[in-house]
């Protein structure tokens, strides 16, 4: 029997470092490439029996292979080449089917399997005016009730794929009409005709103070601003404030920090970084400080009440 060595081999030497050193290697690159989605597809069903055959040389090579590393680099295989096979997508919607004006028509998404959303709705609302409205990032969606029937489609999607459904929502009422056409051709004068009396005109009806008094200085503020487009950018703010109001009576936004962003985000969309509304933006902020510190602004309804204030000053500026 051949005498037992003397002393440890140097690791520069030894078959079992060495081919320990060129395993990991190996076991390295195939649990980096699966993790990055680099492996190749051909590859992914093999990168487990890859490993398993890794293991089996080592130990048949070497006298001492390091086999807890090769257990756990064979489980992390498996997982990172299970994972890559996503499920395929499914559009989820629940959520009303009909309302009447007024009503907070909510289409939820939530249930649905899928990483990405995307909602379209037709007939659109005429003006530019929105006719849904995507929340908490697509898994819901605000739909408008305005009198008329709506079909909503949500795109749900993954890495494996998109799938659609439809749902149509039908608001009760009168649906909108067009403006009167051109009026009656009036009737030929006889030889003496009798002048008309003039007609005094209309004075425009004046905003209500409602809760907070706001309505009145938001339209005196938006007339101040002078750009070419002042009333479409009213009726976009007005559009911004409303929806709003809706999320929060509808609950899904709540408490100061999560409305002041939300109307950020809002005011952005409708008119950018344009200087010209700073000087709104700036008495608004300074008027919204003054009910904040009288205590006037304690629940998510009177925040909501104060944004529809805000939208029927905004409107009667357009």
Request: proline share 11%; glycine share 10%.
């Amino acid at each position: 029997m051949p005498e037992p060595d003397s002393k440890p081999k140097s690791i520069l030497v030894s078959k079992t470092a060495w081919w320990n050193g060129i395993a990991i290697s190996v076991l390295g690159y195939l649990i980096s490439a699966a993790e990055n989605g680099n492996l190749p597809e051909t590859l992914l069903p093999y990168a487990a029996i890859i490993t398993a055959a890794g293991n089996l040389i080592l130990r048949l090579l070497t006298k001492d292979p390091i086999k807890p590393l090769f257990v756990i680099g064979f489980l992390a295989v498996s997982l990172f080449t299970g994972s890559a096979m996503a499920a395929p997508p499914e559009a989820i919607i629940t959520g009303p089917t009909g309302g009447i004006p007024g009503d907070i028509l909510v289409l939820d998404a939530s249930e649905s399997k899928a990483d990405f959303f995307d909602w379209e709705v037709t007939p659109e609302l005429p003006d530019g005016r929105k006719t849904i409205l995507p929340l908490e990032g697509g898994k819901k969606c605000l739909v408008t009730s305005v009198p008329g029937t709506y079909t909503a489609f949500l795109a749900a999607g993954n890495a494996e794929g998109i799938d659609l459904k439809k749902w149509t929502v039908k608001v009760g009422g009168d649906s909108p009409t067009p403006g009167p056409g051109p009026g009656p051709t009036p009737p030929h004068p006889g030889p003496n005709p009798n002048p008309p009396n003039p007609v005094p005109p209309t004075p425009t009806p004046d905003v209500p103070d409602g809760k907070f008094a706001i309505a009145k200085l938001v339209r005196d503020w938006a007339r101040q601003v002078n750009t070419p487009s002042r009333s479409a950018e009213c009726v976009k703010l007005a559009d911004g404030a409303d929806a709003i109001s809706a999320r929060i009576s509808a609950g899904t936004l709540e408490g100061p920090r999560e409305i002041l962003a939300a109307v950020l985000e809002a005011n952005i969309a409708a008119v950018g970084h344009s200087l010209e509304w700073q000087a709104f933006g700036k008495k608004f902020e300074a008027r919204l400080r003054e009910l904040y510190e009288a205590s006037r602004l304690q629940t998510d309804a009177d925040w909501a009440v104060l944004f529809q204030e805000m939208a029927v000053g905004l409107r009667a500026a357009a």
